[in-house]
């Protein structure tokens, strides 16, 4: 063998030790964050064990442990995420939408995305602060008298009271602030969804007198779909967990009341008016409520904070699974 080939064979083994090292410190690392995972996992299920039941679910909270329940944080969350989601949806989606489809190439447009790359990496705190300073505090010096609206459903008449400014520490307030910082992820998600569809189902679609708003509708979008709605579940998973915007906006750590008073089905049966006051009620949120239950002295909180802390890891795990299931639904329709 000459000695150009021996000394590629040399470099050769030595490139495969390298790669086999690299392999193996991957594996480690995977399998050490995996660890430590487990053993958080299994202290707050150990910590939980014997407080999770439908007592704790349905309870509000309490000055004595075992009577402390979770059902205004969790009422309260849901409505976050709800009202959440039908603000930053339309927003983002449709952002993303012209920024990919409409805008033209120019600096405008270079720095609206600069400044969304940017905006994406603000720290949650930030949001909070620009939340308390508008949505809380600014809107105070805008005085509008509430109007009432009646509304006949034929079996019942609803007043809804058109609120005026400020929104204070309510609902409303936090579900703007969160849609403010989930909005940048929402709009990158949405504008890597639109990417990734290939020119040609555009140019085939044009080829066939399609126009441009009709290409986006029934041939982009349907196909962007799952990496937006991925994008979006993801990003309301990140705001669903969010501690510190809530904190900044003033909102309450104890309530003995759901938002609108709204617990079931069939309060809002009993009063429709419910789903209007909502939004504008006072509330609290599973991880301000977890937060509250950490920092008191008595041991027997830190029990009820790892009941609380399993129900919203359900929650984020629900919201998870939901993506992957969408995104595995619409892409196997997908046929291009």
């Not at 915007?245 to 609108?260: C, E, H, K, Q, R």
């Not at 419910?274 to 409520?289: G, H, K, Y």
Request: net charge positive.
């Amino acid at each position: 063998m000459s000695s150009t080939a021996k000394s590629f064979q040399e470099t050769l083994a030595a490139r495969h030790r390298k790669g086999w090292w690299f392999e193996w410190l991957c594996l480690g690392s995977t399998l050490f964050g995996i660890a430590v995972l487990v053993v958080l996992l299994s202290g707050i299920v150990w910590q939980a064990f014997g407080w999770l039941d439908w007592q704790f679910l349905s309870s509000y909270d309490s000055r004595f442990p075992e009577k402390a329940g979770i059902l205004a944080a969790l009422w309260g969350s849901v409505w976050l995420i709800l009202l959440t989601a039908l603000i930053s949806i339309p927003i983002g989606v449709g952002a993303a939408l012209y920024l990919e489809e409409y805008a033209k190439a120019n600096w405008l447009t270079r720095i609206i995305q600069v400044n969304l790359s940017n905006l994406a990496g603000v720290p949650s705190i930030v949001y909070g602060i620009l939340g308390l300073t508008a949505f809380v505090r600014m809107f105070g010096l805008i005085r509008v008298p509430p109007a009432i609206v009646v509304i006949s459903l034929g079996f019942t008449t609803v007043e809804i009271p058109l609120p005026g400014l400020p929104f204070d520490r309510t609902v409303m307030s936090g579900a703007l602030t969160l849609s403010l910082l989930i909005l940048p992820v929402v709009i990158v998600a949405s504008q890597e969804a639109l990417r990734a569809i290939p020119s040609s189902l555009r140019d085939a679609s044009y080829a066939l007198g399609a126009t441009e708003w009709q290409t986006i509708r029934h041939q982009v979008l349907p196909a962007a779909l799952p990496g937006i709605l991925t994008g979006v579940i993801l990003a309301l998973s990140r705001a669903i967990g969010e501690t510190a915007p809530l904190v900044m906006i003033g909102a309450l750590t104890y309530l003995a009341f759901t938002p609108g008073g709204i617990e079931g089905p069939g309060d809002i049966l009993a009063d429709p008016q419910s789903l209007v006051r909502a939004p504008f009620d006072s509330f609290t949120a599973l991880p301000l409520q977890i937060f509250n239950w950490v920092s008191r002295p008595e041991p027997a909180y830190q029990h009820v904070a790892a009941a609380g802390i399993l129900v919203l890891l359900v929650l984020l795990l629900t919201m998870n699974a939901t993506a992957i299931f969408i995104r595995h639904r619409f892409r196997s329709r997908t046929r291009w």
